[in-house]
């Protein structure tokens, strides 16, 4: 079955130090790939999407993800974190065939230490 | 251009009542989807719908209905709420007008608990 896996359920981060964040993906095709980023008692919001093209993706607020066909991953990354990337950062992945379908990793919260 | 709203933003329901989560959006866009977010779950789809009057089922309806009547409105029933519908719901629709797979806007979310 299609599934988003994101491993790392807590993530404690010093201010300044870089941040990777991982996603994997179960699907026999390439889907379309996004990172959103859900701050407390907020909606969720798009930090980046990736459709085709370039496999480094660049997106809001200083964040950057891979595609990495070979690894089904999609890993988010910034070189140098704020005190305000402090929220929970979700995966998602759209299906490229048969019924859309719009599949959520259970989600990574990131803490930021000052 | 408010653009996806929901209410209420809270509630508290006792198990066996009835409820109607509203959704509204004002982008004409054809396409919305109600979403549940429980701990270590992430978000799953209950029920979307293409467009006015065309409403299916996500990958958790039971226990949940929707209409379209029209383009702006997607409420979401609960006929007979139970604990294990206790939850963050949010609705959403693409940002675009175009491919329905496009990334979400999200609603701000309605809290609800089940008592």
């Known amino acids: 079955a299609q599934s988003v896996t994101q491993p790392d359920i807590h993530i404690t981060v010093s201010e300044g130090a870089s941040l990777e964040l991982r996603c994997n993906y179960s699907?026999?095709?390439?889907?379309?790939l996004f990172w959103y980023v859900q701050s407390p008692g907020q909606g969720l919001q798009l930090l980046l999407k990736?459709?085709?093209?370039?496999?480094l993706v660049q997106g809001n607020k200083g964040f950057e993800a891979e595609f990495k066909r070979s690894q089904s991953s999609f890993n988010l990354r910034k070189p140098s974190v704020h005190w305000s990337d402090a929220a929970e950062y979700f995966c998602?992945?759209?299906?490229?065939?048969?019924?859309?379908?719009?599949?959520f990793g259970t989600g990574t919260r990131l803490k930021v230490l000052a | 251009n408010a653009g996806v709203t929901q209410t209420p933003k809270f509630h508290i329901l006792k198990t066996g009542q009835s409820m109607t989560l509203q959704c509204a959006q004002d982008?004409?866009?054809?396409?919305l989807s109600w979403y549940r977010q429980d701990p270590g779950m992430g978000l799953r789809r209950i029920h979307y719908?293409?467009?006015?009057?065309?409403?299916d089922k996500g990958e958790v309806p039971d226990g949940y209905n929707v209409s379209r009547s029209n383009t702006e409105d997607f409420p979401l029933r609960l006929e007979s709420a139970a604990p294990s519908q206790t939850s963050v719901y949010f609705c959403?629709?693409?940002?675009?007008?175009?491919?329905?797979?496009?990334?979400?806007?999200f609603g701000p979310g309605t809290r609800l608990t089940v008592l």
């Open positions: 998602a992945v759209v299906l490229t065939s048969g019924t859309y379908k719009y599949i």
């Open positions: 699907y026999g095709a390439t889907p379309y």
């Open positions: 990736y459709f085709s093209g370039d496999t």
């Open positions: 982008m004409n866009h054809g396409y």
């Open positions: 719908s293409v467009a006015a009057g065309i409403t």
């Open positions: 959403a629709s693409p940002t675009d007008k175009g491919p329905f797979y496009n990334e979400q806007f």
